[in-house]
């Protein structure tokens, strides 16, 4: 079974832009969560999608948003960028149903840098 | 918002040893899972180990194992005759059993195996 994969792997960026990043969970897991992780601030939860629907909601502002489509596949888009933004933009998938379905697989992240 | 403190920002073993990581956390709920998650430098997180709050049996797999006090909220993990690939950052992580599928993560270990 593919695991979670995440596009583009690498995103360069000027401040003021916008920019959406992809995550295609495992097959057959419904839930997508969406993590910032930073040297200073380790890793930091932005949101859930289960069912096309936000769950959960981390502490970020409003420019941080995502969406789920019915095929499970999450996108995450940050307008207005600014240069604390740019980051290690993780995506981890969980099956939400039966047994050890509370564990989350982790993508290979996308790195966004802002200059 | 459960907190999870990881005490010990680097550690270092030699190969073939053996080595503790710590992990403490602060919750007030009884429904919760526990996880290490391994993240070798420039590589995917991975998933360790996890365990289940309402098991009293600490969780193994192969070399590593969890050292689970429910009452003192305390989860290490020690890792058995320390290979060179075990080099990475060691995140533990915290999920609730009632509150959806939000994460806590610690700040991280980083474990240098010494050849």
């Known amino acids: 079974k593919a695991g979670v994969t995440q596009t583009p792997r690498y995103l360069i960026k000027t401040r003021g832009q916008q920019v959406t990043l992809s995550c295609s969970p495992i097959s057959g897991h419904r839930s997508v969560s969406w993590y910032q992780q930073t040297p200073g601030q380790g890793l930091q939860f932005l949101f859930e999608y289960f069912s096309e629907t936000q769950r959960n909601k981390g502490n970020f502002p409003g420019r941080f948003s995502g969406r789920q489509f019915s095929n499970s596949r999450s996108e995450m888009n940050v307008s207005t960028l600014e240069l604390g933004d740019s980051a290690l933009y993780l995506c981890?998938?969980?099956?939400?149903?039966?047994?050890?379905?509370?564990?989350?697989?982790f993508g290979p992240g996308t790195r966004l840098t802002v200059l | 918002a459960q907190t999870v403190t990881q005490s010990q920002p680097e550690m270092s073993v030699q190969e073939a040893e053996t080595v503790t990581l710590s992990c403490t956390y602060d919750t007030s709920e009884s429904d919760y899972y526990l996880f290490w998650y391994k993240q070798p430098p420039s590589r995917q997180m991975i998933l360790v180990i996890r365990?289940?709050?309402?098991?009293?049996q600490n969780a193994t797999e192969n070399r590593f194992s969890v050292n689970f006090q429910k009452a003192a909220k305390s989860f290490s993990l020690k890792i058995s005759d320390s290979q060179l690939g075990d080099a990475a950052m060691y995140f533990c992580a915290y999920r609730s059993g009632n509150t959806g599928n939000q994460f806590y993560f610690g700040t991280g270990t980083s474990l240098t195996v010494i050849p």
């Open positions: 981890a998938s969980s099956f939400i149903q039966g047994e050890g379905t509370d564990t989350q697989y």
């Open positions: 365990q289940e709050a309402y098991k009293q």
